[in-house]
């Protein structure tokens, strides 16, 4: 059974730059879409970036993008998110999500959460002002 374990979150000050880690282990992840989704405080949880099983098409919430990279090492069985210019309203937990069925889907369904199957548990990314 695949594991999902996010890293790099914590309290970091408007402006500033983090990168998040997803490592995943128990299965490869090559071959499958993997995303970064978040949920912020009285929100509910929303897309933020996804990239395909080689890195060839990526996508982006407009509220990250220009901000954040999302890029993978299937090498490294790691996906990862570049966050720069964080904002208050990027307060979040960050979820790395792993696709396991291999579906053809297109450009709009990798912003739905249901596509994904697998989980991780979740950094907590807090920006102060």
């Known amino acids: 059974q695949v594991q999902l374990v996010e890293s790099g979150g914590g309290l970091v000050q408007a402006g500033d730059s983090r990168r998040l880690s997803c490592a995943a282990s128990?299965?490869?992840?090559?071959?499958?879409?993997m995303g970064w989704f978040r949920r912020a405080p009285g929100k509910e949880r929303e897309f933020v970036a996804a990239i395909s099983w080689n890195g060839a098409s990526i996508y982006y919430a407009d509220s990250v993008k220009g901000r954040f990279t999302i890029s993978r090492d299937n090498a490294k069985n790691t996906l990862y998110l570049q966050m720069n210019k964080l904002a208050p309203e990027d307060t979040a937990f960050y979820y790395c999500?792993?696709?396991?069925?291999?579906?053809?889907?297109?450009?709009?369904?990798?912003?739905?959460?249901?596509?994904?199957?697998?989980w991780g548990q979740g950094t907590q990314v807090t920006v102060s002002s």
């Open positions: 128990g299965r490869t992840v090559s071959g499958f879409a």
């Open positions: 999500a792993l696709e396991t069925h291999g579906g053809n889907y297109s450009p709009s369904f990798y912003r739905r959460d249901a596509i994904y199957d697998a």
